[in-house]
């Protein structure tokens, strides 16, 4: 039997076709390739895979500005609506450019309650985590659990009179935190609580 040919079997394989790839040096000092690299450690993934999200939140900026002449983190649409006895804002994504700090920190800035605090609601699961933590932080801490768990879509904020908190929805897909869980905003860091009020 007649050997087939490498060129023949590349033509009739199925599926795409992979993509060309470029090497790309960066020139950056030593501090920023040692922040990049944090970023990078503390979402869990590779410098490469963090440069790539980088790029498509860039996309996703320019596309928006294109279209709406605004930073997508002032443009955010999001319906309002009443939920849990209080305001709720719904949206495909609302992160915006800035995994929906800026638009979390209007939310609390016009629904101000001293003593609320956080719930991160995982869409993907139906459950949730409770993170005690500073009205101040709040912004804050969301994004940052927005990025360690590349949570995308964004899809409500809202307020939860019932257990005072903001609750904000999105798609927790890295299973870095324990979905139903208890944190405590502590140093920049989430530190776990047992559900019996001991720390782990």
């Known amino acids: ?5 490498t060129q023949e079997v590349e033509k009739h394989r199925r599926g795409p076709k992979p993509q060309a790839r470029k090497k790309m040096l960066i020139s950056m ?3 920023d390739y040692d922040e990049f690299s944090m970023w990078a450690d503390e979402a869990g993934t590779t410098k490469a895979m963090l440069m790539h999200d980088i790029m498509e939140h860039e996309r996703e900026r320019r596309t928006v500005r294109k279209q709406f002449g605004l930073e ?7 319906e309002e609506s009443n ?3 209080g305001i709720i804002w719904r949206g495909d994504n609302l992160a915006g450019s800035d995994a929906g700090h800026s638009l979390l920190n209007k939310f609390i800035s016009e629904h101000p309650h001293d003593d609320w605090t956080l719930s991160i609601y995982n869409t993907l699961s139906a459950t949730t985590a409770e993170i005690d933590c500073p009205i101040e932080e709040i912004p804050r801490i969301a994004a940052f659990v927005y990025n360690l768990e590349h949570a995308a879509p964004m899809t ?3 307020e939860n ?3 005072k908190s903001y609750v904000v929805g999105m798609r927790c897909t890295r299973g870095r935190l324990d979905f139903p ?3 405590r905003a502590e140093g920049g ?3 776990s609580i047992a559900f019996d009020g001991l720390n782990n």
């Open 1 to 5: 039997m007649d050997e087939i040919s």
């Open 29 to 31: 000092t030593a501090a």
């Open 83 to 85: 939920q849990w006895g």
């Open 72 to 78: 997508p983190s002032m443009h955010a649409a999001y």
């Open 189 to 191: 860091k989430l530190k």
């Open 156 to 158: 409500f904020i809202g």
């Open 181 to 183: 869980g208890i944190y």
């Open 161 to 163: 009179p019932v257990s």
